[in-house]
């Protein structure tokens, strides 16, 4: 029997991949997308699973039986509740797909879908509960219940693209804040003498706590706070770019498509609350004791950071990271590579270029051929070229 189930081990897999896991329903839009059919499914499945329990009362099973709206409502609460352990799972979520081996585009897709279902689960529970009669504002649940309410709206408002676009750290900052103030008041709405609904509330509590707690200690220790000097950044500009040469503190293994993400807190106040990932443009076989950034300024903190710069205000800054953050992506067992960047893109391509290179040498990859498209859009984009000769410089001093 065995000779006829490894045939079937091996094809299945392929067949998922290739025809429900690769293929798209909905390509990539300013908006929405992209949608594969294995996302579509998963989505639907996690939709139907909450409104069987939503519209099938809780009796035993031999009984089941339609919910009324206002049964609906209570289990609706219930639900809400149980979705928003997602939401607070952490308030950084490249360290939780970090420690749970989840890329970043997955808990990001968890984070989002928890989100609009806990939305609309209050926003049943919500007219529910107006169907029952009118709230009496005097009441301190129910004027919990009316602000919770409106942060919730007010946090799918400030969701919309203009808002992010205008400032994205003002914009997840403020996320932040208004998902604990609005916990806090589902906390105050909820009865306090019923402990089964404010189980959630605690469990939120902890789990927030226990990854705040685990996600600083871990940026303490690898940035030494008190066993080494904190890490210093030598900065400089070039025509429209920002070269960050930063001297670590301690050692730090970068594989290729990893990224760190950066505090300079001695800019201004605001900045100390804003981090940035960024990406080493070379790629080494050891640990790093200096890590070589190319920054493009557009606005914000990097902005900020080429006109101090300029004008010598501040040269040799403090600064803090975390990670490396970012999955190890293999990319060995390829015959033909192909790399596409434009302007200040390639400065993500090269760690892997320089991987691919020192591979080869070493007979440890099997590309034979590799090819690189950089397309460069103005004259400013040349100024990466002294770059380029430097990681080539150093992969083969580590080769």
Request: hydrophobic share 50%; with cysteine.
């Amino acid at each position: 029997m065995l000779p006829l189930f490894v045939p079937l081990v091996t094809h299945v897999p392929l067949f998922v991949l290739k025809h429900v896991t690769c293929p798209y329903l909905l390509h990539r839009h300013r908006i929405l997308g992209p949608w594969t059919r294995a996302g579509v499914l998963i989505q639907l499945a996690y939709l139907a699973v909450n409104l069987f329990y939503i519209l099938i009362v809780e009796v035993p099973w031999d009984s089941l039986r339609a919910a009324t709206f206002s049964d609906a409502g209570r289990q609706a609460s219930a639900l809400a509740e149980l979705n928003m352990i997602h939401l607070f799972a952490g308030p950084y979520l490249a360290f939780l797909a970090d420690r749970f081996g989840f890329s970043l585009k997955t808990i990001r897709s968890i984070h989002r879908s928890a989100g609009w279902m806990t939305s609309a689960l209050v926003l049943l529970y919500t007219m529910a509960a107006l169907s029952d009669g009118p709230l009496p504002l005097g009441v301190p649940q129910n004027l919990f219940a009316v602000i919770a309410a409106s942060l919730l709206c007010l946090l799918l408002v400030f969701l919309f693209l203009l808002f992010r676009y205008l400032s994205y750290e003002l914009f997840i900052r403020s996320h932040q804040a208004l998902a604990l103030i609005f916990i806090y008041t589902v906390w105050r709405h909820l009865p306090s003498d019923n402990f089964s609904l404010c189980v959630y509330i605690y469990i939120y509590t902890v789990i927030f706590a226990s990854i705040s707690f685990l996600q600083s200690g871990a940026v303490i220790v690898q940035n030494g706070v008190f066993r080494h000097h904190l890490s210093r950044a030598m900065i400089s500009h070039d025509s429209r770019a920002v070269k960050m040469h930063i001297h670590l503190s301690k050692p730090l293994y970068l594989d290729a498509g990893q990224y760190i993400n950066l505090w300079i807190p001695s800019i201004s106040f605001w900045p100390f609350l804003q981090s940035h990932p960024f990406t080493d443009v070379s790629w080494a076989v050891t640990e790093y004791d200096i890590l070589d950034l190319l920054i493009e300024p557009r606005r914000g903190l990097m902005r900020e950071l080429l006109c101090h710069t300029k004008k010598g205000h501040i040269v040799n800054p403090i600064i803090m990271f975390s990670g490396p953050h970012g999955p190890n992506v293999s990319i060995v067992d390829y015959d033909s590579i192909l790399m596409v960047a434009s302007g200040f893109g390639i400065a993500a391509v090269l760690p892997h270029l320089g991987k691919l290179v020192y591979g080869y040498d070493t007979r440890v990859v099997r590309a034979c051929r590799i090819h690189l498209v950089w397309q460069i859009e103005n004259k400013g984009s040349v100024c990466i070229t002294p770059v380029i000769l430097h990681m080539q410089y150093r992969v083969k001093k580590v080769g």
